[in-house]
């Protein structure tokens, strides 16, 4: 699942709304069990992954080395390195405006406020 929400981040770093929402559709309707719990759990893991990011950006301005950074993250090598490549794409600002902005779906999703199909759209903008 990871590889999976990685590679929506990485989509939507790109600008790139077709892969990114393909995963996002391929993982709501792999699902057989409640859907608003999988979308729910997608915008999450998202946050978390974008957390990741964010975590990485501060520890690397603190001059810790990526073994450290691993360690303290309590992620793998190849994790690292995914999480390492989006890092560079862009400022802390976009992360913690991405997290915010999840943080606003998610509540709105819940509140069936929002259409569970345009919250990849909106992380684009």
Do not use: P
Not at 68 to 91: A, C, F, T, Y
Not at 105 to 123: A, F, S
């Amino acid at each position: 699942l990871f590889i999976f929400i990685f590679s929506m981040i990485k989509y939507l770093n790109q600008n790139d709304l077709t892969h990114a929402y393909d995963i996002y559709a391929d993982l709501i309707i792999s699902d057989t069990s409640s859907n608003k719990s999988v979308k729910e759990n997608i915008i999450g893991l998202l946050r978390y992954n974008y957390n990741l990011i964010l975590s990485l950006k501060s520890l690397k301005a603190r001059g810790k080395n990526m073994t450290d950074i691993r360690d303290m993250l309590g992620v793998q090598d190849w994790q690292l390195k995914n999480i390492s490549e989006v890092e560079r794409s862009h400022d802390e600002k976009y992360f913690t405006d991405k997290i915010l902005r999840l943080c606003e779906y998610n509540k709105k999703m819940r509140k069936d406020q929002i259409n569970k199909n345009v919250v990849i759209e909106l992380l684009m903008n």
